[in-house]
């Protein structure tokens, strides 16, 4: 029989349910996210170091978990939440439950509760803090440690951002391949593969899969990273990652791409995205609850063209405080944010959404195409 857990938010309300994963205590922001599959891939995304989310999704854990659907090497997320949480799976990859998965990688989850107030209350009054505990079971005492931290100002690339370079070898798996994806790097008359460095701060592995599947070598590198460090690798471009938390503290991560443009093309994803923004002079402001999902709609201001995209973000950059030189590609059709910019003078772009997907919807991989054409134009 499951053991009572219990989630308890900033706000005073307490949610009761039953404990799946492993028997812990964890804080974080609480968050939800509206996709139907994936949720593998959303637990080892590094981008949710330090939240515990809740799925919109009422039956999860139904295909089970198997070994290659994985976004890290880690799990960085602090909790889950599921309406209903599937005991026996049915699927030919599947090799494990998602409660064993989750036990086994010292995660702890909750289901049972209200997941739709949960996502009510998160709308009306924001993302915040919450405490889930199969540990403590008392409501005054969790709501008080869910008032004691909160995500914005820490930097939470430092914990998921890898300590030392390495070489990626990996495309993408055979059920996600493309058979017109090019395998070779067009317009490259010498034979010889671009180079790339993915700067990474907490990245989705299925970015460099597609970076080395149109014909890229990789060079994945730390978020820390300095810009001579970056420059003495000698790159064709540069890869600005995804990853978790508030931009505005990475004040290392800002020095390096402002050292970086104009020198080399530059493509950033989601935190890539903002920090690139704030490299390029613009600011950063924290969404109400994020955008976390593989529904999004983003429209293409070059083309007229609307694309469902991946999400998972809580901040992003303000549309009226971007410098003349800075215009806006894209935005969120939802809510108006910005989606997308692109430098006019110092050969960068990036989109706040996820083009690799993993899961999701693969409306937007032509973003690789276009970096790829900025590399061949800048050798």
């Excluded at 492993?22 to 996210?33: H, K, Q, Y």
């Excluded at 909790?79 to 990688?105: H, M, T, W």
């Excluded at 009226?320 to 939802?334: F, G, R």
């Amino acid at each position: 029989m499951s053991k009572p857990a219990k989630l308890a938010l900033a706000d005073g309300t307490v949610f009761t349910g039953q404990s799946f994963g492993a028997d812990a205590e964890v804080c974080g922001e609480v968050c939800f996210n509206t996709s139907m599959t994936g949720y593998q891939e959303i637990l080892t995304d590094p981008s949710y170091n330090g939240q515990i989310v809740c799925m919109t999704y009422p039956l999860i854990g139904n295909y089970g978990i198997n070994s290659e659907d994985v976004e890290s090497g880690r799990l960085a997320i602090r909790g889950f939440i599921a309406k209903e949480v599937c005991k026996e799976p049915s699927n030919y990859r599947s090799q494990e439950s998602l409660s064993d998965y989750l036990k086994r990688n010292g995660i702890p989850g909750i289901e049972g509760i209200d997941t739709r107030a949960l996502v009510r209350r998160l709308r009306v009054n924001g993302a915040m803090t919450g405490v889930l505990s199969s540990v403590d079971l008392d409501d005054a005492s969790l709501v008080q440690k869910a008032r004691s931290w909160n995500i914005v100002g820490h930097d939470l690339v430092r914990e998921v951002s890898p300590k030392q370079a390495s070489e990626w070898k990996d495309g993408v798996h055979d059920l996600e391949r493309d058979p017109t994806t090019p395998k070779t790097f067009s317009g490259d008359k010498s034979g010889t593969l671009p180079h790339v460095v993915a700067l990474d701060y907490g990245m989705k592995w299925n970015i460099p899969r597609h970076l080395a599947e149109m014909g890229c070598r990789v060079t994945v590198m730390p978020g820390t990273s300095s810009a001579d460090e970056v420059l003495a690798q000698n790159p064709d471009g540069v890869f600005l990652s995804n990853g978790p938390g508030d931009p505005r503290p990475l004040d290392y991560a800002v020095e390096t791409i402002q050292g970086l443009l104009g020198k080399k093309p530059v493509f950033g994803i989601c935190l890539g995205h903002q920090l690139l923004g704030l490299a390029l002079g613009g600011e950063i402001y924290k969404l109400k609850f994020g955008h976390r999902g593989g529904n999004q709609p983003v429209l293409n201001k070059d083309t007229g063209r609307v694309e469902i995209t991946s999400q998972n973000h809580g901040f992003a950059l303000a549309p009226d405080k971007l410098p003349s030189d800075v215009e806006v590609t894209h935005i969120n059709l939802n809510d108006d944010t910005v989606e997308g910019i692109r430098s006019k003078s110092k050969g960068a772009f990036s989109v706040q959404y996820h083009p690799e997907a993993s899961a999701g919807p693969h409306d937007s991989h032509y973003l690789f195409g276009e970096f790829r054409k900025m590399m061949v134009g800048a050798k």
